[in-house]
């Protein structure tokens, strides 16, 4: 029943855009933090962005600011990242996560995970 299902990875050409969505498992999540983390292989998990329960609270890296837009759905149980300007360095797996407790930005603050999403960016 607790589960994060992420969508909309692939492969595009630098400059290009993505939106990636994670729809999680509903009612369970209503006040839960949401964000999203990527991995590229031989890196830690780093934080990308991340959204507070109600929606008025968002995060981003520095990496991303300016090109990545966090939100969620109306029902509140999707969280969508809008990535715009990609860049060959956003190559990474995609995880969406979500938090119990406050919007942070450290992986050990959440306690669900989704599978991940392939994002690859060309030169």
């Known amino acids: 029943q607790v589960q994060l299902v992420e969508s909309g990875g692939g492969l595009v050409q630098a400059g290009g855009s993505l939106r990636l969505s994670c729809a999680t498992s509903?009612?369970?999540?209503?006040?839960?933090?949401l964000g999203w983390f990527r991995q590229a292989p031989g890196k830690d998990r780093e934080f990308v962005s991340g959204?507070?329960?109600?929606?008025?609270?968002?995060y981003y890296s520095d990496s991303v600011k300016g090109r990545f837009t966090i939100s969620r759905g109306n029902a509140k149980n999707t969280v969508y990242l809008q990535m715009d300007s990609l860049k060959p360095e956003d190559t990474a797996v995609y995880y969406c996560?979500?938090?119990?407790?406050?919007?942070?930005?450290?992986?050990?603050?959440?306690?669900?995970w989704g599978q991940g999403t392939q994002v690859t960016v060309s030169s």
């Open positions: 996560a979500a938090s119990r407790s406050a919007l942070s930005r450290g992986p050990s603050n959440y306690n669900y």
């Open positions: 509903g009612r369970a999540f209503l006040n839960y933090a």
């Open positions: 959204i507070s329960s109600s929606g008025s609270t968002t």
